[in-house]
């Protein structure tokens, strides 16, 4: 019903930068909230970034002042923008939707299949 497609991730030196996007398709009728959350090896996924409908963004600690959360509603498409980027950032990062689908109008909260994201020292 819903897909999201994620793009963006690979290979980059620290203090370089990345920009991730995920592209929403399939019965939408509306979304809400849109965030990024990451999964490092031998660590629980972590919330990194969300932005609302209405623009309100909130950042882990940890990604403060560096990571940057924006979104395309016409596009139905979030983007986390990554600079001086930390070895420490090295994860896989998932999108995720909160969807209003058409027609029922029922809530879906969707994941993205993941994109990995390393950086070296």
């Known amino acids: 019903q819903v897909r999201l497609v994620e793009s963006g991730g690979g290979l980059v030196q620290a203090g370089g930068s990345l920009r991730l996007s995920c592209a929403a398709s399939g019965s939408i009728f509306s979304i809400n909230d849109m965030g990024w959350y990451r999964q490092a090896p031998g660590k629980q996924r972590e919330l990194v970034a969300y932005i609302t409908n209405g623009g309100y963004t909130s950042y882990a600690d940890s990604v403060k002042g560096r990571f940057t959360i924006s979104r395309d509603n016409a596009k139905k498409t979030v983007y986390l923008q990554m600079s001086s980027l930390k070895p420490d950032d090295t994860a896989v990062y998932y999108c995720?939707?909160?969807?209003?689908?058409?027609?029922?109008?029922?809530?879906?909260?969707?994941w993205g299949q993941g994109t990995l994201v390393t950086v070296s020292s």
């Open positions: 995720n939707v909160d969807t209003v689908l058409r027609g029922t109008h029922r809530i879906l909260e969707v």
